[in-house]
């Protein structure tokens, strides 16, 4: 007998777990018969890869931000110190060859 019921708690269990897993990912939910839970309609998925799509365009156009960045970090730090000063006077000097 407990063996039957322990049997029974971890097949629950693995389908609670299942379930969950299903549910953070963003699966769609299904009864037992094949019928959609969650979302019960196509325009509720429809709203939803919208919302996805609109922020994986944003996180994109952050990531390419920071590359920029990055790479500016780069530059500046890979960059032989007196190249960089001499940068720095050349942005000082005005055209007619003052400071």
Known sequence: MPIVLAI???????WMFTTWLRIKNGYPLESSWGTPIHPKTDREAAERIKLL?????QLRAEIGSVKDRLQNIERIVTDQPNALAREIDALTIDEGGRA
């Open 53 to 57: 799509t609109n922020e994986n365009a």
């Open 8 to 14: 029974v708690v971890v097949s629950v269990g693995g």
